[in-house]
């Protein structure tokens, strides 16, 4: 006797196909969760990564600020050092620079004039004294001019004056300190100028 299947057919290959469906729909799940966490993982290893370079930098960042103060403080101290050894090398000139400029005004003074007082103010130099004649300050002024280590003579006033019947003439005048052993503008500075020969003392006094 035949065999006659009385249940759907249509029904159950719907039946079958919905199962290997949710089967697909399964692993197609599975499969996407697995590279989500893949992808995750990968990311994250990334992130670590970069998160222990930053580290890294920021270590090295706060180093290197550490240096750099102690640069800052060196260079300080550098700055320091070089203006102390200026101020050092100034003083050392200008005790030498001094010791010229004494020289030169004893050896500027001609006959009849005589220095009653000398103020200095900065590299300006105060010259008061008694004169026999205006003519004897003039030259005077030439002979300083000529000395080397002062300039721009400036007679400030001269006038008669009772008390010294043999130098009536009262002065006062100015002078700008100068070094003729500085380097010249324009030279390279291997080169400098010489002191202009000044002429002898003539008898005159300091006072």
């Not at 290893?45 to 222990?52: A, D, L, V």
Request: hydrophobic share 40%.
């Amino acid at each position: 006797m035949a065999k006659i299947n009385l249940l759907p057919w249509r029904a159950e290959r719907r039946r079958l196909r919905q199962k290997d469906f949710y089967g697909m729909l399964g692993l197609a799940a599975l499969a996407g969760v697995l590279v989500s966490f893949l992808i995750v993982s990968y990311y994250n290893g990334r992130i670590g990564s970069q998160n222990s370079r930053n580290q890294f930098l920021r270590e090295e960042i706060t180093k290197v600020d550490s240096q750099i103060t102690e640069i800052t403080e060196l260079d300080k101290k550098k700055a320091r050092l070089l203006a102390r050894k200026d101020v050092i090398e100034q003083l050392q000139a200008n005790r030498s620079q001094m010791v010229h400029l004494f020289d030169s005004l004893v050896r500027t003074i001609p006959d009849g004039v005589t220095l009653t007082a000398i103020q200095q103010e900065g590299d300006i130099l105060t010259l008061s004294g008694r004169s026999q004649s205006n003519a004897r300050v003039s030259t005077y002024m030439r002979t300083l001019e000529g000395s080397g280590w002062m300039s721009k003579p400036d007679l400030n006033i001269i006038e008669a004056k009772a008390g010294n019947p043999g130098l009536p003439y009262e002065f006062n005048l100015k002078v700008k300190l100068a070094n003729p052993n500085a380097p010249k503008a324009g030279e390279d500075g291997g080169s400098a100028a010489t002191p202009a020969s000044a002429p002898p003392a003539a008898g005159g006094t300091a006072s």
